[in-house]
């Protein structure tokens, strides 16, 4: 099992001869690819030590890319830092489904009422 690391680590590691970023709930270890990065050193060390993901999506990096980022895989980001995405729950669902079907009853209903007998 791989690392488990916080966001407060994270953070420690802020400084181009010292920088870690996260990407996709991932801990990178860049400071040694910080000269060698097509894409330049200031585009590195503006997400040093925080959470790169957007930056790093936005650019659309190439599978080779992908490749490399994989040799400065340092840990995974603890759970308990990663931010949760709020699923839609079966509560909302039928909320939603049942409030739909009360408008319509009551459309019917009404209709029903104020027809010419
Ligand atoms: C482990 C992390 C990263 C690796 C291995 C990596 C690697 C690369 C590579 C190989 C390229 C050349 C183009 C390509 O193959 O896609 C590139 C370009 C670039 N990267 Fe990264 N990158 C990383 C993280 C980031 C981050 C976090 C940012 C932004 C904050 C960034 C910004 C850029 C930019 C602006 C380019 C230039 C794109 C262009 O010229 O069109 N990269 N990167």
């Known amino acids: 099992m791989s ?3 916080s ?3 994270v953070k420690k590691h802020n400084k181009p001869n010292d920088l870690w970023v996260i990407i ?7 400071t040694k690819f910080l000269k060698e990065h097509p894409g ?7 997400v040093a030590g925080r959470d790169g993901t957007k930056e790093f999506i ?3 990096h190439s599978q080779e890319a992908r490749q490399i980022m994989k040799k400065f895989l340092i840990g995974n980001l603890a759970a308990s830092d990663i ?3 709020k699923p839609v729950g079966c509560r909302e669902i039928g909320l939603a489904v049942g409030g739909i079907l009360l408008g319509v009853a009551l459309i019917y209903a009404f209709k029903y009422a104020t027809a010419k007998k």
């Open 24 to 30: 996709e709930d991932k801990v990178y270890d860049l």
């Open 83 to 85: 931010k949760k995405k």
């Open 58 to 60: 936005d650019v659309g």
């Open 40 to 46: 330049g050193e200031d585009s590195l060390k503006s």
């Open 3 to 5: 690392k488990e690391i």
């Open 7 to 9: 966001l407060a680590e």
